[in-house]
Nanobody, 126 residues
Framework: QVQLAESGGGLVQAGGSLRLSCAASGRSFSNYAVGWFRQAPGEEREFVAAMSWSGGRTSYADSVKGRFTISRDNAKKMVYLQMNSLKPEDTAVYYC???????????????????WGQGTQVTVSS
């Protein structure tokens, strides 16, 4: 198992940018596919972006394509979510998730992840 801790959230104006970070600790991180999810008040937790552990494949929710970029540094055990052109509807708690997978597998369902961080709040003002 791995432990995950997100950081980098905050308050930003619409059109602005934020970079979220997720630090992993525990066993080797290289065999873990990773993902970002978000949950707005009163809403279900929804998929945002995911990356295979090799870094060779990614997947994005339609609502963030072209604006958000997921990346990872396995040597540093870090996952990032670069968020540009932020909109008020991007306001949510953002969660990092990880689980074991084959090198090119992308996990896009929350049920596929067994390791979660505590979340970081992102608020976009209009």
């Amino acid at each position: 198992q791995v432990q995950l801790a997100e950081s980098g959230g905050g308050l930003v104006q619409a059109g602005g940018s934020l970079r979220l970070s997720c630090a992993a600790s525990g066993r080797s991180f290289s065999n873990y596919a990773v993902g970002w999810f978000r949950q707005a008040p009163g809403e279900e937790r929804e998929f945002v972006a995911a990356m295979s552990w090799s870094g060779g494949r990614t997947s994005y929710a339609d609502s963030v394509k072209g604006r958000f970029t997921i990346s990872r540094d396995n040597a540093k055990k870090m996952v990032y979510l670069q968020m540009n052109s932020l909109k008020p509807e991007d306001t949510a708690v953002y969660y990092c998730a990880a689980d074991l997978a084959s090198p090119l597998t992308v996990l896009a369902r929350k049920s596929e992840y067994g390791n979660w961080g505590q979340g970081t709040q992102v608020t976009v003002s209009s």
